[in-house]
Nanobody, 127 residues
Framework: QVQLVESGGGLVQAGGSLRLSCAAS????????MGWFRQAPGKEREFVAA????????YYADSVKGRFTISRVNARNTVYLQMNSLKPEDTAVYCC????????????????????WGQGTQVTVSS
């Protein structure tokens, strides 16, 4: 069983920054690509960013490219999402997720390709 626990959310003014963390346990963390998704009230789940198992490749949604940075420290079993220049439209619950297969060379934005999810952390950006 894999457990993913997010932290770091909160309330921030537009233009501000937050860093989210996702701590993983229960599986060889360093073997799996990881992703961040978000869901705003009344909207579908949206892909935000993904990072390869070794950390050498990243992939971003167009809406966050240039503002958000995904990273990971495998020795700490943790993946991060640094969010800068936040906008009110970034308000959502942010969840991390683990790819269902190890050592994948392709990063995916498809939720069905992830099999473990955290409970999420709320990010609220005020205007």
């Amino acid at each position: 069983q894999v457990q993913l626990v997010e932290s770091g959310g909160g309330l921030v003014q537009a233009g501000g920054s937050l860093r989210l963390s996702c701590a993983a346990s229960g599986r060889a963390f360093s073997s799996y690509n990881m992703g961040w998704f978000r869901q705003a009230p009344g909207k579908e789940r949206e892909f935000v960013a993904a990072i390869s198992w070794g950390g050498g490749k990243t992939y971003y949604a167009d809406s966050v490219k240039g503002r958000f940075t995904i990273s990971r420290v495998n020795a700490r079993n943790t993946v991060y999402l640094q969010m800068n220049s936040l906008k009110p439209e970034d308000t959502a619950v942010y969840c991390c997720a683990a790819d269902r297969r190890p050592y994948q060379s392709i990063l995916t934005a498809t939720p069905d390709e992830y099999d473990y999810w955290g409970q999420g952390t709320q990010v609220t950006v005020s205007s």
